[in-house]
């Protein structure tokens, strides 16, 4: 793929969380042909290596990193330790996801609050961990996979993106302060 100069990432730092699979591992390839160091965050050691390993083939500098992401307390450490180990955090692409599908008046407690939890407060929490380096650095990308059906709704599909226009609209407020790259 071929980016024009003002896409070029080189020296730039991208995490994408739920980058060892699907939508994640693409945008993983795409920023990592654009020149981005990508670091590629999941639950699943296996899916991570063997995405890892795909990216380095193909001349990417991917590295992974195993955290579950409702473990909120993993969340600061996560950020401190991959900024110490290899330097800031330029682009954070929030994109980790669950699906539960059922009606809504069938929709099970456990499955909204997962679904809320992964979608709503991980990413929260993690840009908030982000956002605070790269305010104090006075730069940084946050970007979120999110859904058209936050903005239209189907049924079936309640919990996954109700939430989500909320956090897309609240974002440029909570990222304030952090400037273009
Ligand atoms: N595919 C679609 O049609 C579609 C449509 C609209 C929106 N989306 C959104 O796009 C995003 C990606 O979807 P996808 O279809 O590519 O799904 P996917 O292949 O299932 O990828 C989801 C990724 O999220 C990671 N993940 C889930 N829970 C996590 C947790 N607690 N901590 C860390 N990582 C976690 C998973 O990694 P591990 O298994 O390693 O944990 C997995 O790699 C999701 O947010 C989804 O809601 C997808």
Do not use: Y
């Amino acid at each position: 793929m071929g980016f024009p100069p003002s896409f070029d990432l080189s020296r730039r730092n991208a995490l994408i969380t739920g980058g060892g699979s699907g939508l994640g591992f693409a945008i993983a390839k795409a920023l990592a042909a654009a020149g981005a160091s990508v670091i590629l965050v999941g639950r699943n050691s296996n899916k991570l290596s063997k995405a890892c390993a795909e990216l380095g083939a193909l001349g990417a500098n991917a590295t992974w990193t195993v955290c579950d992401l409702l473990d909120r307390g993993a969340i600061a450490p996560l950020v401190g330790r991959l900024e110490r180990d290899g330097g800031p955090i330029d682009i954070l692409f929030n994109n980790a996801g669950v699906q539960h599908r059922a009606p809504l008046t069938e929709f099970p407690a456990e499955g909204w609050d997962r679904i809320i939890a992964t979608h709503l407060s991980a990413p929260f929490f993690l840009t908030q961990a982000v956002a605070r380096n790269m305010v104090s650095r006075g730069r940084g990308k946050i970007i979120n996979t999110l859904s058209i059906l936050s903005e239209l709704g189907r049924a079936n599909d309640c919990a996954a993106h109700d939430g989500e226009g909320w956090f897309e609209n609240a974002h440029p407020r909570l990222s304030s302060g952090a400037r273009s790259l």
